[in-house]
């Protein structure tokens, strides 16, 4: 039985006209990995729309964008000018991930996703990580080779009695990094999963969720079929998925 995956969009200008748009990765892992049938949620910001679409999906996958969360979201100081904002995206996602979670259903949430969890159940991001002290450079290195953007860059230590070591039977990984928002402050309820090197927290599950809850920083949906930590991701959040579905089909 297929598990319907719901991603929502970012909203990008192409030519003249706004158009919705996930990045085809996470399509790709959500049915090659998750083992779902991927739809696309278009970030429309209606509420009456999500709660209709929390009715017909049995997932939902956030996925990663270049854009950031408007900080006054998490209580943050303006961004910068010239910062790439989703004003339709933070209006569509951050209600959908308070509706997703109530609900019970799979949720996994992938960069800013992982950032968007953080904030919606109230934590806070670090607009700049590679400018605190302590903390390194997350930021992607300035290639146009994917395998090397989207290479191996750092370890993340697995904590102790995490999913990530059940799964994994081991205590960390390396892992892409993509990002140069963070968490600043983890939301009350979230558990860290996986840490940097520099203490960033790289991976949480969130504690109160009825169902799976989920979040990475890193990207998993790269080349999921050459990481066995990504597999294991995948496999847990469609395992959730396909779950809840048979369940809603009884
Ligand atoms: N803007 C945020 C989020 C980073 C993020 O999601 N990057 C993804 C890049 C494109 C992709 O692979 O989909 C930050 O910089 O922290």
């Not at 000018?81 to 609900?103: F, N, Q, S």
Request: net charge negative.
């Amino acid at each position: 039985m297929q598990a319907i995956i719901g991603i929502p969009c970012d909203v990008k200008t192409i030519g003249l006209f706004p158009f919705h748009a996930v990045g085809e990765k996470y399509i790709t892992a959500a049915v090659g990995a998750a083992g779902g049938v991927a739809v696309l949620i278009p970030s429309l910001g209606d509420a009456a729309q999500l709660d209709t679409i929390i009715n017909l999906v049995d997932g939902i996958l956030l996925p990663g964008s270049p854009s950031n969360i408007e900080p006054h979201h998490y209580q943050g100081v303006p961004s910068r000018p010239g910062t790439l904002h989703d004003k339709a995206r933070d209006a569509t996602t951050l209600p959908l991930v308070r509706r997703v979670i109530d609900a019970g259903i799979p949720l996994l949430g992938i960069c800013r996703g992982f950032q968007e969890i953080n904030v919606v159940l109230g934590g806070e991001l670090h607009q700049h990580v590679q400018e605190q002290p302590g903390l390194n450079d997350h930021r992607e290195p300035q290639t146009e080779d994917l395998d090397l953007m989207y290479g191996p860059a750092h370890s993340v230590q697995f904590t102790a009695g995490s999913w990530l070591q059940h799964w994994l039977g081991r205590d960390g990984a390396r892992v892409n990094s993509i990002h140069q928002q963070g968490i600043k402050r983890l939301a009350d309820g979230l558990i860290a999963e996986a840490v940097a090197e520099d203490g960033l927290i790289e991976a949480y599950r969130v504690g109160s969720a009825s169902n799976f809850a989920y979040a990475v920083q890193w990207h998993p949906e790269w080349k999921y079929w050459e990481n066995d930590v990504s597999q294991a991701i995948f496999e847990a959040f469609g395992a959730a998925c396909r779950e809840r579905r048979m369940r809603r089909n009884q």
